[in-house]
């Protein structure tokens, strides 16, 4: 039996990785192991570790690697102090390979590590571009240290080949949220009240803004220009959810708790968990901030994402997303055309690219055939006949 080892950091990335652990886990030439690390084991940010236990998973490794800071300094801190920590951890799991997914840094220590441990990667969702953050560099760094690469789109696929890899082991599976989506079952509107303790009315957005990490203006401005533009918005009610664990997270966190404090048609969650966020999807008029979910899951729902500057630049997108500056009037403008009952209605026509069949399954698939037809570890580089 071959040992695959999960490693998760955040919220979201565990939403998406669940049921490739459960697939995992119910295989009967695989063994599960699974390893949290970064904002899952904050207080802060909501002790996200308990959910991963509560749906049955056991837990083999915690890594603390998370400063009580969101400075640039803070970050470098917490980078170093993960790498310190997951040798260690790797040396006792001894895993066959390791599953990791996306662009966080605490993923990009976890990378390093294998490397020099000599253990195998796979990793999801390569070859995109984010052009407004550090996450572009990091996950292309990600890509030139894994050995198989599962995709969410062909254009990334072609992209992560572009990158020196090996063809015959990058696979378009499409986005693992897209069908995490149809295999839920979600909540109906009164369960997901009574869960929320939030009525959705007409007008209601879900907000989830991020640091934008190589943009000149602050994130205090940047958060601030959307606060204004709302309140220029008639009869809107928000869901907040809280930025992540990045440089200038808190701030934008602090700025939604003064916010909500003021405004009785809000609300803020440190995470929603995955069947709450997919069930309120359904209900809710618009997406607005600038979270890859905006780009990749919500489409899937066929409502409207107002996706603002320029974090998420670069990325495939659907029809039914607006693009924006981060500028007040941009804003507001695009979210009057997302609550528009023309747009919802046009919305309605678009279908969304990251979408595909058997995402999952093909996903353990290649896996297990990657894992009993290769024992090697070199790497070759792949040259493009140009």
């Keep these: ?53 509560n749906d049955g998973f056991k837990i083999d490794e915690k890594v603390e690697m998370l400063l009580s800071s969101d400075t640039k300094i803070g970050i470098n801190k917490s980078i170093g102090l993960a ?17 990791i997914l996306g662009d ?6 976890v990378s390093i590590c294998a490397m020099v441990c000599n253990i195998k990667i796979a990793h999801l969702h390569g070859g995109e571009i984010t052009e407004g953050a550090i996450d572009d560099a990091i996950r292309h760094s990600i890509t ?14 072609k992209r ?9 082991r990058v696979f378009n599976v499409g986005a693992i949220g897209t069908e995490n989506i149809k295999k839920i079952k979600l909540l109906n509107k009164e369960e997901l009240e009574k869960k929320l303790n939030f009525k959705i009315k007409e007008n209601t957005i879900i907000l989830t803004f991020h640091p934008v990490t190589l943009e000149n203006k602050s994130s205090k401005e940047q958060f601030q220009n959307i606060l204004d533009a709302i309140d220029n918005i008639e009869n809107i009610n928000i869901i907040f959810t809280k930025a992540n664990a990045d440089t200038d997270g808190r701030i934008i966190n602090n700025m939604i708790d003064e916010y909500v404090n003021k405004n009785n048609n809000t609300i803020a ?7 709450n966020y997919f069930s309120a999807l359904q209900f809710v008029d618009c997406v607005v901030g600038n979270s890859s979910s905006g780009i990749i899951e919500v489409p899937t729902f066929k409502i409207p994402t107002v996706n603002i500057g320029s974090r998420q630049k670069g990325r495939i997108y659907s029809q039914s997303v607006i693009n924006c500056e981060n500028e007040k009037i941009d804003i507001e403008k695009s979210i009057k055309k997302a609550l528009s009952k023309s747009f919802k209605e046009e919305v309605k026509k678009y279908s969304n690219p990251y979408e595909k069949e058997n995402t999952c399954e093909n996903i353990i698939y290649y896996m297990k055939d990657f894992l009993k037809s290769n024992n090697e570890n070199i790497k070759k580089f792949y040259d493009i006949n140009f």
Excluded: W
């Design 1 to 53: 039996m071959k040992k695959i080892c999960v490693v998760t950091g955040s919220r979201a990335e565990y939403g998406l990785l669940k049921p490739i652990m459960n697939a995992i886990k119910e295989d009967k030439e695989l063994i599960l192991q699974t390893v949290v690390t970064g904002s899952h084991l904050s207080t802060e940010f909501g002790l996200t570790y308990k959910n991963i236990e």
């Design 160 to 168: 992560v080949i572009q990158l020196g890899e090996q063809p015959n």
């Design 104 to 109: 966080r840094y605490e993923i990009l220590a």
């Design 83 to 99: 790498m310190v920590s997951f040798g260690e951890v790797f040396e006792r799991l001894k895993p066959d390979l390791i599953v």
């Design 144 to 157: 030139k240290m894994s050995h198989l690469h599962f995709t969410s789109t062909e254009e990334y696929k």
């Design 269 to 275: 969650f440190d995470t929603m968990g995955q069947l």
